[in-house]
């Protein structure tokens, strides 16, 4: 009689425990970083160690599984490391493209140069030259506004990957302060499953951030590698790495540093960093061109100048001021008569000088330079959207998967809580059905 109450006991404790589990479940069923729990009940094993047929001797808990599975936590990782590299790149793309358009460049140098059409037909007229230092400024204007875009852009984007850094170093911390926990919890506990959705949840934000390569030890604690299984490694289980970021350029340079001091060069090839280490160096690859279209463009803007003679019939002077950097782009001259239309020796009425200047525009052709660099900008950017769009699916389609395996059914659950239910009222009714018997025992005379 002793073993019916310890069988009544023992499935009462087993099923509460079943019970409390799949509680847990349906309290969570709406937190996406939640994995499913599972109390595995088997049959108490005899003094003899297991039996292939029932024993009769209670039953019991052995652990608490969750349903992690890490082929798809691998897939949701991969996915979403390569979807953030291209959103960010997008981004930066779109940022450039912005500069570029906003500033209304190619068509400021088409005013520019059909007002030297202008002045070419009445190089007298003061209205067609005073015209045509107008049209000169705004392209000035043009070039510095394009420029400080640019620059605002990268200023930005240098901002934003030292913020990243800090969010994975921040990262890196949290993820080792779980596998010091995890080498402390027992394993098979409810404790034990919570940590390991911590650490899943940390590594996939991590993803987001860079492309990483995860080993697990027999604890479940995660050794992170940055940009595949051959990179520098982020965490482990005695060190978290601090993750910086500098630019020279377009050249940006992630590394990671260990506590002893040691830095180690970090490439990513997925997450938000690397689509930033490609906006870098989209931005400065635009900045190095408007730059060379720029001086070009005053270079020989200025040379046809000096060549010619003014309205006074003066020695042309630089219609722009020469500077390396087109943010300070500017005009020199302040009156349309300075403007060399003519050729030393050709008179007021002459206009050859004006007509060198179209024959430069046509063979040098700065707008269809700066219509190049838009359109190149451009062509990346719908191909990058694109991807973004098939990547999205794909990601969609990981967590999707993911969730099938891993995420709660309330339906499976209710049909699990009223077998428990049922399970823990049944070994109530043992352990009544054996203090009766031992009541009706004592009670014999």
Same mark, same amino acid.
Request: charged share 20%; glycine share 10%.
């Given at each position: ?86 959103? =960010? ?16 460049? =190619? ?13 070419? =037909? ?57 596998? $010091?926990?995890? *080498? ?13 959705? !911590? ?46 970021? $500098?630019?020279?350029?377009?050249? *940006? ?18 997450? =938000? ?88 525009? !046509? ?10 660099? *838009? ?7 719908? !191909? ?36 428990? !239910?049922?399970?823990? $009222? ?20």
């Amino acid at each position: 009689m002793s073993d019916l109450l310890t069988i009544g006991v023992s499935g009462a404790r087993a099923y509460q425990t079943a019970l409390t589990t799949v509680s847990e479940n349906i309290a969570n069923s709406g937190n996406a970083s939640y994995v499913k729990r599972n109390a595995n009940i088997r049959e108490i094993a005899t003094s003899t160690g297991y039996s292939s047929t029932l024993n009769g001797m209670g039953a019991m808990v052995d652990g608490i599984g969750r349903a992690g599975n890490p082929y798809t936590e691998t897939a949701v990782r991969n996915a979403g490391a390569d979807l953030s590299k291209t959103t =960010a790149s997008t981004v930066w793309l779109e940022r450039v493209e912005s500069a570029l358009s906003g500033g209304n460049l =190619a068509n400021q140098m088409t005013a520019f140069f059909a007002s030297g059409t202008a002045l070419q =037909a009445e190089p007298t007229s003061t209205a067609l030259r005073a015209g045509m230092l107008s049209a000169a400024s705004s392209t000035a204007d043009s070039f510095g506004m394009t420029a400080r875009a640019l620059d605002a852009a990268m200023t930005e984007l240098d901002s934003r990957a030292v913020a990243a850094t800090s969010d994975l170093s921040r990262l890196n911390q949290a993820l080792l302060k779980v596998n $010091q926990g995890l *080498v402390k919890t027992t394993p098979g506990t409810s404790a034990a499953a919570g940590l390991a959705d !911590q650490r899943d949840t940390l590594l996939q934000q991590m993803s987001e951030l860079t492309d990483v390569a995860v080993t697990m030890d027999q604890f479940g604690r995660a050794t992170v590698r940055a940009g595949g299984s051959n990179g520098p490694v982020l965490v482990d289980t005695r060190e978290a790495m601090q993750v910086g970021y $500098q630019r020279t350029g377009g050249n *940006v340079a992630l590394t990671t540093r260990s506590e002893d001091g040691t830095l180690k060069v970090m490439t990513p090839d997925g997450g =938000a960093l690397s689509g930033m280490t490609e906006g870098a160096q989209r931005i400065a690859a635009a900045r190095a061109e408007l730059n060379d279209i720029a001086g070009d463009f005053t270079t020989a803007v200025n040379d046809l100048q000096r060549s010619g003679q003014d309205l006074n019939l003066a020695t042309g002077t630089n219609m722009f001021a020469t500077t390396a950097d087109p943010s300070n782009f500017s005009v020199r001259l302040t009156d349309g008569k300075q403007i060399a239309a003519a050729k030393p020796g050709g008179g007021q009425r002459d206009s050859s000088n004006l007509a060198a200047l179209a024959t430069l525009r !046509q063979g040098d052709g700065y707008e269809g330079r700066i219509q190049g660099l *838009v359109t190149d900008n451009a062509a990346t950017l719908k !191909q990058r959207r694109l991807v973004g769009d098939a990547q999205t699916a794909i990601r969609d389609g990981a967590v999707t998967a993911r969730s099938e395996m891993t995420g709660v059914n309330l339906d499976s659950e209710a049909i699990d809580l009223v077998r428990f !239910q049922q399970a823990y $009222q049944a070994a109530s009714r043992v352990i009544q059905v054996a203090r009766d018997t031992f009541q009706s025992i004592l009670e014999i005379r």
